[in-house]
């Protein structure tokens, strides 16, 4: 199985206008629009520099929260699975997508429901993907997915996403194919036995959201701790801006797609 890490391609939405009234949990202020657009800029010429290819789809005003490409769908070399996200205001933004992946992809396979699925709780690892029970993905879709994810070679296990945390990959990402940062709520996670965990430093939780593109890591620019202990260890990584995004509860990963 390829790394996990190794991506050539990425789709992302530019965020629209009404991104600002973004779907957020604990309630709090809108972004500043021009903020959320320079960060979604920054992240993608980012990419870019490391070497993908970016498609980038155009902003769509009915859906606040369709810049977050990543909990749509899921690509690999293989094959792609259109989702079914687990918050009825983004139901809508899986047929914006289905065009521009199937312009990549010739397998394309669908879940169907009744269950429930978003891409922020899909890690995927070197040997298997790892599928996160949360308020948005639900039992039924992850034992669908899990069936799809079969079809095109892949082996899921379903986890426990800690409570309060959004995402699966709101509180863990790849340092490398081998060790995993997370949040301390997610350090004995069963699923993660064979890998190294990395606890995210104390005050800095929110920094988990790290995105390992090739041989560096993207991760926020606020998270000094972490930025020291990924150098600690010899780590590639580049901080961006994520101040504006985090408003509405996101990070480095929503924003792509990636294979
Ligand atoms: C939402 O609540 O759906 C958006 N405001 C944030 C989505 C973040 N996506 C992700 O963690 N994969």
């Known amino acids: ?5 190794a991506f050539t391609y ?3 939405r530019s965020p629209a206008p009404s ?10 202020p809108d ?11 920054a992240y993608v010429g980012a990419l870019r520099e490391l070497g993908l290819a970016v498609d980038v789809l155009e902003p ?6 369709a810049l977050f490409t990543e909990d749509v769908a899921l690509t690999f070399p293989e094959g792609a699975i259109l989702l079914r996200p687990g918050a009825p205001s983004r139901a809508g933004e899986v047929a914006h997508i289905r065009v521009p992946i199937a ?10 429901g009744p269950g429930h699925a978003d891409g922020g709780d899909i890690l995927r690892l070197a040997d298997r993907v790892i599928i996160g029970l949360s308020a948005r993905t639900d039992r039924p879709g992850a034992e669908e997915l899990a069936g799809l994810l079969a079809q095109l070679g892949y082996r899921a296990e379903i986890a426990d996403t800690p409570p309060g945390v959004l995402h699966f990959k709101t509180g863990c990402g790849l340092i490398d194919d081998r060790t995993i940062l997370a949040v301390p709520a997610l350090g004995d996670c069963p699923q993660f036995a064979g890998l190294e965990v ?11 959201n790290i995105l390992r593109i090739g ?8 998270w000094p701790a972490t930025h020291a202990l990924l150098e600690a260890r010899g780590i590639a990584f580049r901080a961006l801006a994520t101040d504006q995004i985090a408003h509405i509860d996101a990070g480095l990963s929503c924003m792509s797609l990636r294979w």
């Open 1 to 5: 199985m390829p790394s996990p890490c």
């Open 10 to 12: 990425a789709i992302v």
């Open 19 to 28: 991104a600002v009234k973004g779907i957020r949990a604990g309630g709090g």
């Open 31 to 41: 972004p500043d629009f021009a903020g959320l657009v320079a960060e979604h800029e």
């Open 60 to 65: 769509l005003d009915d859906f606040p929260d």
């Open 103 to 112: 312009a990549h992809h010739r397998r394309l396979l669908e879940m169907t």
């Open 198 to 208: 990395v606890m995210t430093p104390p005050g800095e939780d929110a920094a988990a």
């Open 215 to 222: 041989d560096t890591v993207l991760v926020g620019d606020r």
